[in-house]
Antibody, heavy 121, light 108 residues
Framework: QVQLVQSGAEVKESGASVKVSCKAS????????VSWVRQAPGQGLEWMGW????????NYAQKFQGRVTMTTDTPTSTAYMDLRSLRSDDTAVYFC??????????????WGQGTLVTVSS | SFELTQPPSVSVSPGQTARITCSGD??????VSWYHQKPGQAPVLVIY???ERPSGIPERFSGSNSGTTVTLTITGVQAEDEADYYC???????????FGSGTKVTVL
């Protein structure tokens, strides 16, 4: 079955970087994109950006431009999200999701299990 | 910036119908998807392309679109439907995806 499995929880100090991985299985990795979404404690979902697993093209939310890099490794069907200059308000659960095009937008199915990133000040 | 507006909460008795709205200026141009999320779990897609239901999602979940407002309807609510529900779409150019603020559905 289609599945995304993410790396484990991370604890980082303020100013550091974190790299979260997302390994896909059960489908042709390069036929879809991968989006990253985060959720701060008790808050809603926030879209961070998208990467095409075929071309490597990316599209980042304005809020994260300059601080986030999304990459993929096709031989291992793995996507990565690298967030730099971490602040306490980056403490959140980070999700990856298979991104499927529908008209001019995307929908996300399925999702990874989430990775908790805690930033200590 | 593009925003999607949802009511913070909806309460419904078992067996009744719950309706959750999502409004935004770009909705006439872009499809909407809906997700539910239970505490400590990842979101799950329940509706895509405004009205389509993924395989495995019960028929009691349906979506509709009336221009700048889309609606997720749960007909015959069950206790297991208690969750947070999020709509999701994109800006007019399809550049950025965005989620609504979420609606907590409480089954009384």
């Amino acid at each position: 079955q289609v599945q995304l499995v993410q790396s484990g929880a991370e604890v980082k100090e303020s100013g550091a970087s974190v790299k979260v991985s997302c390994k896909a299985s059960g489908y042709t990795f390069t036929s879809y994109g991968v989006s990253w979404v985060r959720q701060a404690p008790g808050q809603g979902l926030e879209w961070m950006g998208w990467i095409s697993a075929d071309s490597g093209n990316t599209n980042y939310a304005q809020k994260f431009q300059g601080r986030v890099t999304m990459t993929t490794d096709t031989p291992t069907s793995t996507a990565y999200m690298d967030l730099r200059s971490l602040r306490s308000d980056d403490t959140a659960v980070y999700f990856c999701a298979r991104s499927i095009v529908m008209g001019g937008s995307h929908y996300f199915d399925p999702w990874g299990q989430g990775t908790l990133v805690t930033v200590s000040s | 910036s593009f925003e999607l507006t949802q009511p913070p909460s909806v309460s419904v008795s078992p067996g009744q119908t719950a309706r959750i709205t999502c409004s935004g200026d770009a909705l006439p141009k872009q499809y909407v998807s809906w997700y539910h999320q239970k505490p400590g779990q990842a979101p799950v897609l329940v509706i895509y392309k405004d009205t389509e239901r993924p395989s495995g999602i019960p028929e009691r979940f349906s979506g509709s679109n009336s221009g700048t407002t889309v609606t997720l309807t749960i007909t015959g609510v069950q206790a297991e439907d208690e969750a947070d529900y999020y709509c999701q779409s994109a800006d007019s150019f399809g550049t950025y995806s965005v989620f609504g603020s979420g609606t907590k559905v409480t089954v009384l």
